[in-house]
């Protein structure tokens, strides 16, 4: 079997974890920082294995739907979801702007203790992908470090204010 390509993102963050973990996990936190440059409404947060994120992300008269399904949460310690692209119903579908992109994304999102402040490890790779989805992982992996990143800013802004 071969190993599917895999993005990861690691950042440090100067907050405890207990706090990242519930800007992952509260509805009224993960909307300030998760879709960055875009208007982001979660329908639906619902951290339990078996629970579903479902989240739309508005880019001026167009939205963008996304699917997260939890299949393990350990709290304040691991997230792992399957997110999907979706349509306004949150049926799997195609991206519409990339219609090779991988349907699924298995997601594993860490929060390890590092004294007072909080590691955290993003591991994003395609789930049950096709040649082409793969394909199209790949082609675009190094650049997913800007949306993540930029979202990643605005997370660690977040914190600050939270703590302040």
């Known amino acids: 079997m071969t190993e599917l390509p895999m993005f990861v993102m690691e950042r440090e963050f100067d907050a ?8 992952w996990t509260e509805l009224e936190l993960l909307g300030h920082w998760y879709g960055p440059g ?3 409404v979660v329908h639906k947060l619902d951290v339990r294995v078996g629970g579903a994120w479902l989240n739309e992300m508005k880019m001026g008269e167009r939205s963008g739907y996304q699917r997260c ?14 997110m999907s692209t ?14 090779d992109w991988p349907r699924v994304l298995l997601t594993t999102v860490t929060f390890e203790d590092a004294g007072s ?15 082409a989805e793969i394909a199209c992982f790949v082609g675009v ?13 605005m997370l660690e802004e977040m914190l600050a204010d939270l703590q302040a």
């Open 69 to 82: 399904d939890y299949t393990e949460v350990v709290k304040p310690e691991r997230l792992v979801m399957l």
């Open 38 to 40: 875009v208007e982001t």
């Open 141 to 153: 992996v190094e650049n997913l470090g800007k949306g993540w990143g930029a979202g990643m800013v």
């Open 86 to 99: 979706t349509d306004a119903d949150w049926n799997l579908a195609a991206n519409p702007m990339m219609p």
């Open 117 to 131: 402040k909080t590691k955290m490890r993003l591991e994003w790779s395609p789930h049950e992908a096709t040649d």
């Open 16 to 23: 405890p974890r207990e706090l990242v973990w519930r800007t």
